[in-house]
T-cell receptor, first 114, second 116 residues
Framework: GAGVSQSPRYKVTKRGQDVALRCDPI?????LYWYRQALGQGPEFLTY????????KSGLPNDRFSAERPEGSISTLTIQRTEQRDSAMYRC????????????FGSGTQLSVL | AQKVTQAQTEISVVEKEDVTLDCVYE???????LFWYKQPPSGELVFLIR??????QNEISGRYSWNFQKSTSSFNFTITASQVVDSAVYFC?????????????FGKGTKLSVKP
């Protein structure tokens, strides 16, 4: 597609529920990244993939968070047993092989855990 | 440990004024990249510039210019003749390791308001 697409745009869930956030990167982009941005803060790295391989997951806060990119394109970030502190904007970004440091960000998914 | 500090939380200027956004970084690596991103009120993050640690030349792009000084670990961003459309939150970011692996460390951002 023309840009990085994320869905849903907004997600409201109850504490304890699982949520799955989807990211569709720019077509042909090798690398895909997940970030989390709290209100009034800069984005915080969670994890990234090259193709389908998860290269770095050091930013995932705990084992309730996981991500996959099974076919090297669309990725899903899953949060199990959500807690109120998980509320934030979750942003996906992608980059090409040639300019892997130039990240193109999606509009994000605003997650609210009640 | 790596860190990015944007000491200015908010700046307000009147249109046509020049404004400089400060960014100070900390890293132990000799090879790293520095970035600026713009986040307008609509919320998306827009890439503005990338600079590697071996290139200290200042860069100008239209009304935007960047001043990289390794001696002071700073990468400041100046907007000349500011316009209302420049109103946004601006983030400075750092990546280490000789090339981004996507693990960018962002500052907390500076909110710039340009009044007509």
């Amino acid at each position: 597609g023309a840009g990085v697409s994320q869905s849903p745009r907004y997600k409201v869930t109850k504490r304890g529920q699982d949520v799955a956030l989807r990211c569709d990167p720019i077509s042909g982009h090798v690398s895909l990244y997940w970030y989390r941005q709290a209100l009034g803060q800069g984005p915080e790295f969670l994890t990234y993939f090259n193709y389908e391989a998860q290269q770095d997951k050091s930013g995932l806060p705990n084992d309730r968070f996981s991500a996959e990119r099974p076919e090297g394109s669309i990725s899903t970030l899953t949060i199990q047993r959500t807690e109120q502190r998980d509320s934030a904007m979750y942003r996906c970004a992608s980059s090409s092989f040639d300019e892997n440091e130039k990240l193109f960000f999606g509009s994000g998914t605003q997650l609210s855990v009640l | 440990a790596q860190k990015v500090t944007q000491a200015q939380t908010e700046i307000s200027v009147v249109e046509k004024e020049d404004v400089t956004l400060d960014c100070v970084y900390e890293t132990r690596d000799t090879t790293y990249y520095l970035f600026w991103y713009k986040q307008p009120p609509s919320g998306e993050l827009v890439f503005l510039i990338r600079r590697n640690s071996f290139d200290e030349q200042n860069e100008i792009s239209g009304r935007y210019s960047w001043n990289f000084q390794k001696s002071t670990s700073s990468f400041n961003f100046t907007i000349t003749a500011s316009q209302v459309v420049d109103s946004a939150v601006y983030f400075c970011a750092l990546s280490e390791g000789g090339g981004s692996q996507g693990n960018l460390i962002f500052g907390k951002g500076t909110k710039l308001s340009v009044k007509p």
